[in-house]
């Protein structure tokens, strides 16, 4: 098969840890006998240092001829520190989720059995949890307008909007991936509050008739992330909106043992962008320690997903498992004294592919 990727390694850490995902994604091409073809574009603060735009117009057409995108992370500390700043890495990536279509964001959450003591829950808490959180990736607080500032500068305005197609779709979708899984779909909102959240609620209602093999429970999102870490297992699908799945995603991955290791597939109208959850991690930058597993299993939901190649998908999944049994892994989640580099572990994952 013919695979004709966009590699967008960003910010920080994005190109070390794509680099380290190339090696299994090529590892992977030749034993199958794919044929790969990939090309790079800037995204985030370095797209906005080379042309003054974070998701720059040639970015856009080369996501768009691909059949897949392979991305790293965006962000910046010069931005952070800078909160007036006009443009922000930030938007780029924002950009290229809303230019894209890219209404879902699915984030599969799953523990590896030699990194349970990792996690600061208790094993038997954890052991065996294994959910998937879907989050709306082009609605809510984050494009919802007006978003500003008086003219003062003292008063300041986010406006969360859903639609009723916006919430439909995602929905169907996640009851699609229940129907494929244990049949259970939970709808995090905060009902009790916001309006938006009553049409989440009533239209996951109208459509939760539609799917009477799936149970449906919905639950406040302050006590989904209560229940969240109390009890894990209880969940098998989430769907929720934008910015409660931003936040219920980084917490979850404390019950895997590292942000490092979590990462995310997000689909909708045009081409598939995979991704790891975690940041561009400025400070590791450069210094060849960051973790590149969320990349590397990023590059399996791609084959998964983007290309229906399974086999391609697992064999990197077990590899990646291998490198965790074998202590082949970065200083989060090593043993003391023990951490191997970004760049080896890539090699080890590579290999281990190579030599299956
Ligand atoms: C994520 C990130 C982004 C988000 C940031 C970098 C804009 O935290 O992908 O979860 O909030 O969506
Ligand atoms: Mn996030």
Redesign the pocket.
């Known amino acids: 098969m013919k695979l004709n990727i966009a590699v967008l390694a960003g910010d920080g850490i994005g190109p070390e840890i794509i680099a380290e995902a190339l090696k299994s994604v090529q590892a992977v091409c030749t034993k199958f006998n794919h044929e790969l073809t990939y090309k790079e574009a800037l995204v985030g603060a370095c797209a906005i240092d080379a042309t003054g735009n974070p998701y720059p117009e040639e970015t856009h057409s080369l996501c768009m001829q691909s059949d897949a995108v392979l991305f790293g992370a965006?962000?910046s500390p010069f931005y952070d520190n800078n909160p007036s700043a006009k443009v922000r890495p930030?938007q780029g990536?924002?950009a290229m989720r809303k230019k894209l279509g890219l209404f879902a964001n699915i984030r599969p959450v799953t523990t590896f059995p030699s990194l349970l003591h990792k996690s600061p829950l208790r094993s038997e808490l954890i052991e065996g949890a294994d959910f998937m959180c879907i989050r709306e990736l082009t609605g809510g607080m984050?494009f919802g307008r007006p978003q500003g500032r008086s003219e003062d500068g003292d008063t300041a305005y986010d406006t969360c909007v859903y639609t009723r197609e916006e919430i439909d779709r995602i929905v169907r979708l996640a009851y699609g991936y229940a129907q494929k899984r244990r049949k259970k779909l939970t709808v995090v909102d905060k009902a009790n509050v916001l309006a938006t959240s009553r049409l989440w609620r009533q239209v996951s209602q109208e459509i939760s008739a539609e799917y009477p093999d799936v149970e449906t429970e919905y639950m406040f999102v302050d006590n989904a992330a209560m229940r969240l870490i109390q009890w894990p297992k209880s969940f098998d699908v989430m769907v929720t909106e934008n910015m409660f799945g931003?936040i219920l995603?980084d917490e979850a991955s404390v019950i895997t043992g590292s942000l490092g290791m979590l990462p995310s597939a997000s689909v909708g109208i045009h081409t598939s962008v995979f991704e790891p959850?975690h940041?561009s991690y400025p400070q590791a930058a450069g210094k060849n320690i960051a973790n590149p597993l969320a990349t590397i299993l990023s590059a399996a939901l791609m084959f998964e997903y983007a290309f229906d190649l399974k086999e391609e998908g697992k064999l990197i999944r077990e590899a990646v498992a291998a490198s965790m049994d074998a202590g082949v892994v970065t200083e989060d989640i090593s043993e003391k004294g023990k951490a191997y580099s970004t760049s080896a572990v890539g090699d080890w994952v590579a290999s281990y592919i190579k030599n299956k």
């Open positions: 965006i962000g930030e990536l924002l984050y931003d995603t959850i940041g």
